[in-house]
Every structure is written in structure tokens, then in C-alpha cells.
């Protein structure tokens, strides 16, 4: 069974939805799409949907903290979107850290806050602009 | 009894002492096999069935043929029987006179029942040691009851920790009594259920009815905050009183993952504040959207 | 129904520690553990799992449900012949996240279990022995 990550751009902000028990190269994947994609177009944060997964051990959550500190090296934000209550005991239990991320409930609410980090940061220009 | 002549009359109380005797057994006989209750079986001195009874039948499925001359363990589980207990019943029946026990039991189908077992060292009259007597009862039906008192005293236990939308986004938690591992446990469950079904950015965790915050109650706390914050809401926590304030900056517990207050309204006004952030960025969208 | 099963998942490449997480989710679903628990148990079989791919280059996870009186349950055993956890102690201890640094991750297993036993000697090798009792 072949499960992939799927990796969609929304104007400036790059949503990544985890499959429900990845295996170490796709949890790799998340990494390297995601510095590719930052790379090639202007992203100003990544969303990372999880409202699919169902097993979150320490390698996927190190992975998730790298890319989280990358991004916001990078001068992006961090977005983790639907966490199923499991996972969120078990991660807790696991005592893992998820670094430099926000979380939130659903996607529609990431995607309100990506739409105001974008809109913030295009103010910014726009002032500087002048 | 009449008592006569010293020859004769012992000569004829000794054939009635026998008689009665004899009379005596087939009376005990008729009332061991009458007791469908108690399965009451002899073994022999290494614990072999010696006697059997209807009750013993009817309660573990073999037949006197079945079982006459076999170690009483076939009715143990196999690991009781391996491991020794069955051995060490029978020791200690010696020792003491009597063991009894309450355990699994197994009839000849495999099947297992909850039993209640009395052995009994059995000695002569002359203080000799014949073997055992063994009283089995079962006890299933009971056993059925307390399964059902702790399913009982466990929703009890949910009961117990009420978790309730008093707003649209808003859930609340008013805590009473201690967290140990199993309630913490039960909590995280049903709370993070509820904030994700309804989709509520605000749990509302009041410890008011908490009488004191020992590290145990604190370390759930925080576990409880942990996976709040992980699926996306976030803790407002209400009910921190002096008391309180006091124990948790003395036993160097962060509690920063959540807003704390001392009073639940308090927490509410927080709690709305959050909710109308909420609002406020939707509309916001949506006035951008209509421009 | 109340028949023990038993089976044994070799670890050789990375890609088998995901399949001995589905193995155990197999498991954890024919004793009937509920989601919360199902994942826990699956959890820790990774961590540990993981451990003997990174630390022994190789291993093997047995697997076995376990039947006492009305309750049911599942044991794993993850045994490996490769350096051994030199100081157990140091390993035990929770200091650091596992989203940080590269600890074994021993701590958060046996947190996720109720049973873990580890015999370990250094130079030959470890066995991690996890269980998990189905509560009603």
C-alpha cells in the first residue's frame, strides 16, 4: 500500500495532509517537499494537516519540529491542523515536542489564519513600499 | 436410651452404636447427594477422588466413573496446576485443617466458573489423617453481580466528571475531587471527544471543587493542558484561589500552557475574549471577501 | 476465541517498523482494544521498534495475546543482538523531549504500557518486553 503525503500551494501558503500511518520515507517527505516548495515559490507558512493521521511516534514528531524550525527560519509560520484526540494523548504520553507550531481544530480555521499571516505581511510590504 | 444390664446392654448399645452408625453414614449419604448447592467430594490422602456426588456432576460435568481415582487439579486451570497451588491447597489444609480459596474453576467442557472451595483434612477418631473433604460452591451468579457493580461504579465515575457546552465554543470542566491516572485518563478522552466534535476553541477547566493540588493532581493537570493545546484549543483555567496560587509556586509547577483565573467568571470574560477573536477573523474574511 | 496467537515481525529495514505497526494494530484489534489504546500500544511498538533498527542494526518483535481469568491482552518482545544500553539507568531517565534529541525513547514506551520488562548486556545485546491488559 502505497500512501503518500499530498502537497497543494494556496497562494502563498503550502498545504501538506499526512496519510494516516506514514512510513519513514514518506515522514521524510514531508521535510524535503516542503524545503523544495519554500524554495521554488514564495511561501509564507505551511499547514500541515493531521486530521488523517492516527500514529504519531517520535521520528514523525522530530520531523515535524525540523521543518517546523526550517520554515520559520525560512520567515514562515508553522500550522497543525486536526489532531485526533489519540494522537494528541499518545503524544503527550510520548512526551514529544512539536517546536515551533501552532495548533488548531480544523483546516478551515488554518486556512483563515494562514489568509491573515499573508495579509499581515503584504501590509508590511505595502508600508515599507512607501 | 434405656440403659440395662452392663454385658448384655453394651453388647446391644455397642450393635446399636454400629446400626446407628450404619444408619448415620446412609443418612449423611442421602443428604451429601440431596445438596445440589455444594458439591461435596473425598480425596484420599494425595489429593485423589475418592467419592463424588450429583452435585459435583451437575457443577463440573464428569462422571463418577469420569473422575473416580484422578488428582482433584483437573478442576484447577492448567497453570494452577502447574505452577503448584493445587499442592500447596492441600499442604495447607494439613497444616491448618482447612484452606479455602476463591478462584477460577474448570469443568469438563473447559469452560471456567467462579468458585468458592473449602478442603478439610479429614482425621480418625484416633487422630489418624484419612485424606480431604472438599466443598465446592459456585459462585458465578455472584461473580455476575460484581462485574456489574463495577461496570456500575465505573460510569459512576464518568458521572462524576461532567463536562458541559455552556457556549457556543466554549466547554466546561468543573472539576470535583482529585485526578488520579484512571480519571485523568477518562478525562483527556471525553473532553478532547467533545472539543472536536464541537469544535470548541475554549476548554473551560474550573478546579474549584478541587480540595488541594498535590504533584500528582498537577502533573495530570498539565497532561490534561498538553493534549488540549495539541488538537488545537486552547485551557482557560479557573478556580486558582491563594491556597492554590500558593502550593502550585511552591512545588515549582508551570502551569503556562493555560490562562488561569481565580474565579470562573473571570474565566468566562477569557474565554469569550477567545471565542470573539474567532468571530471577529471570520467576519473579517468575509468583509474582504464582499469588497 | 480465548486461543493465544503468537507471531514474529522481523526488523531488518526501516520500512519494517511501519509493518510491525500494522502487525500490531492486527493484534490490538482482535483482543478489542479501543482507539485510545490501540494507539498507545501501536506507539510504543514503533518506539521501541525504531530502537532496535537504530541501535542494532536489526532485530525481531514477537508478538503474543495474552489471556488471564476474563482478561485479555497482548505482549511484545523486541530483541535484538546489538550493542546493548550501556548505562539503563541514564536510558530510563526522562530528561529530554524525544522530539529533541536522540533518546531511546524507553521512557515514553513504558508510559504507553502497563508492563515493561529489559534485559540488556552491553556487547551482546537487548530484549524490551512490553504488555498490555485490556481494561473493561
Partial sequence: ?130 | ?291 | MSEPEQGTVPIVLEADIAVARRVVRDVAGKIGFGVTETTRIITAASELGRNVFKYAGQGVMHWRTLHKGTSSGVELSFEDHGPGIADLDAAMRDGFSTGGSLGMGLPGAKRLMDEMDIQTTPGEGTTVVVRKWRHR
Avoid at chain 1, 509560520?77 to 510520548?94: C, D, N, Y
Avoid at chain 2, 502550585?248 to 483565573?261: F, K, N, P, Q
Fill in chain 2, 1 to 291: 436410651m434405656a440403659k440395662e444390664g452392663v454385658g448384655t446392654a453394651e453388647a446391644q448399645t455397642d450393635k446399636q452404636g454400629k446400626l446407628r452408625a450404619e444408619s448415620d453414614l446412609d443418612m449423611l449419604r442421602i443428604l451429601v447427594d440431596s445438596i445440589m448447592e455444594y458439591a461435596i467430594i473425598m480425596l484420599d490422602t494425595k489429593g485423589n477422588m475418592v467419592s463424588w456426588s450429583p452435585a459435583a456432576e451437575r457443577l463440573k460435568g464428569y462422571s463418577a466413573a469420569e473422575v473416580v481415582g484422578k488428582h482433584f487439579s483437573i478442576f484447577s486451570l492448567p497453570e494452577d496446576a502447574a505452577s503448584g497451588k493445587t499442592d500447596a491447597e492441600l499442604k495447607t489444609a494439613v497444616r491448618e485443617g482447612r484452606f479455602e480459596d476463591e478462584g477460577w474453576r474448570v469443568r469438563k467442557d473447559g469452560s471456567k466458573f467462579w468458585a468458592n472451595v473449602v478442603i478439610t483434612a479429614l482425621l480418625d477418631t484416633d487422630g489418624t489423617f484419612k485424606g480431604f473433604g472438599m466443598v465446592t460452591r459456585d459462585l458465578s451468579q455472584r461473580k455476575e453481580a460484581e462485574e456489574r457493580i463495577k461496570g456500575q461504579a465505573k460510569e459512576i465515575l464518568e458521572m462524576a466528571t461532567v463536562i458541559v457546552q455552556v457556549w457556543d465554543g466554549i466547554i466546561l470542566v468543573p472539576l470535583i475531587g482529585m485526578l488520579d491516572s484512571e480519571r485523568t485518563q477518562q478525562l483527556m478522552e471525553r473532553l478532547l471527544q467533545r472539543l472536536t466534535e464541537t469544535n470548541s476553541p475554549v476548554a473551560l477547566i474550573d478546579i474549584t471543587g478541587v480540595p488541594t493540588i498535590d504533584t500528582q493532581t498537577a502533573q495530570h493537570l498539565i497532561e490534561t493542558i498538553k493534549a488540549v493545546r495539541y488538537i488545537g484549543s486552547e485551557v482557560v483555567l479557573t478556580g486558582v484561589r491563594p491556597a492554590i496560587a500558593q502550593t502550585l509556586v511552591h512545588l515549582g509547577i508551570d502551569l503556562s500552557g493555560a490562562t488561569t483565573r481565580s474565579s470562573l467568571t473571570a474565566g468566562l470574560r477569557v474565554a469569550f475574549e477567545i471565542i470573539n477573536i474567532h468571530v471577529a477573523h471570520e467576519s473579517a474574511q468575509g468583509a474582504a471577501v464582499g469588497k
Fill in chain 1, 1 to 130: 500500500m502505497i500512501e503518500g503525503i499530498a502537497v497543494l500551494k494556496l497562494r502563498d501558503v503550502l498545504l501538506v495532509t499526512m496519510p494516516a500511518d506514514p512510513d519513514d520515507s514518506t515522514v521524510s517527505a514531508l521535510q524535503s517537499r516542503t524545503l523544495d516548495a519554500m524554495e521554488q515559490h514564495d511561501v509564507k507558512g505551511l499547514i500541515l494537516d493531521l486530521s488523517k493521521v492516527e500514529i504519531l511516534d517520535s521520528y514523525f514528531a522530530r520531523t515535524v519540529a525540523e521543518t517546523a524550525k526550517m520554515v520559520t527560519l525560512m520567515g514562515g509560520e508553522t500550522l497543525i491542523a486536526g489532531m485526533r484526540p489519540s494522537v494528541a494523548i499518545t503524544a503527550t504520553e510520548l512526551n514529544v515536542t512539536l517546536g515551533a507550531t501552532r495548533t488548531v481544530l480544523t483546516l478551515d480555521r488554518a486556512l483563515d489564519l494562514a489568509g491573515n499571516i499573508s495579509r499581515k505581511k503584504s501590509v508590511q510590504k505595502t508600508r515599507s513600499a512607501l
